[in-house]
């Protein structure tokens, strides 16, 4: 049975209201609504900067990108019986949870001790936001997508950041769950932090 691949007004409008509560929600923990540069950017490429995850895009938007992928083919694979926009609003919930959860003290302590985030502070708001977007721009993507082109897309982010940055979803993941030290140490000779001094 095939999955109808279209999402109904009502489901644009759930996914809109539960956008709009994920951004409260932040706004209700202090974050900070842009930069503290004052600056807005579409796209900030140094991740040695305090800048890095401050803006509209930059070196960690395609895992969030990639995260679309993964929670269409969790939602075709588990909400079958569903219409996608069930998949899609439940996609909104458990990214804007990650979201609200990586700005806690929790997480923002974590990626100080395990990684070499040592002076992560968390994201803007408007960073989190478009985060945000950039997972459901993913969704779509996968759900017009032959999934092997989308697995590739998937692969190609994962090998072009890591190459770039010596970080992606992959590793991200791994450094935050079950830090290596001899990983951490590749990562910190590769990204200059020991002579930045600044985070991943």
């Not at 991740?47 to 960690?60: F, G, L, M, R």
Request: glycine share 8%; net charge neutral; charged share 15%.
């Amino acid at each position: 049975m095939e999955w109808p691949l279209r999402v109904s007004k009502f489901s644009v409008a759930i996914a809109v209201a539960l956008t709009v509560i994920f951004v409260a929600i932040l706004f209700a923990m202090d974050r900070p609504p842009i930069c503290a540069c004052g600056q807005f950017k579409l796209w900030h490429g140094i991740v040695q900067s305090s800048e890095n995850s401050q803006h509209i895009a930059d070196w960690y938007t395609p895992s969030h990108i990639i995260h679309g992928f993964i929670f269409f083919g969790l939602g075709r694979l588990f909400l079958k019986k569903w219409p996608m926009g069930v998949a899609l609003c439940a996609a909104i919930v458990v990214e804007g949870a990650w979201e609200i959860l990586e700005n806690s003290p929790v997480i923002i302590d974590r990626y100080r001790e395990v990684t070499i985030s040592y002076g992560y502070a968390g994201d803007s708001i408007i960073n989190s936001f478009f985060d945000l977007v950039w997972m459901i721009l993913g969704f779509f993507l996968a759900s017009r997508l032959p999934w092997k082109v989308t697995l590739g897309i998937a692969l190609i982010f994962e090998v072009f950041t890591g190459y770039m940055i010596r970080d992606n979803l992959a590793l991200n993941i791994l450094m935050l769950v079950a830090p290596i030290e001899a990983v951490k140490d590749w990562q910190a000779a590769g990204t200059g932090y020991y002579l930045t001094g600044n985070r991943r």
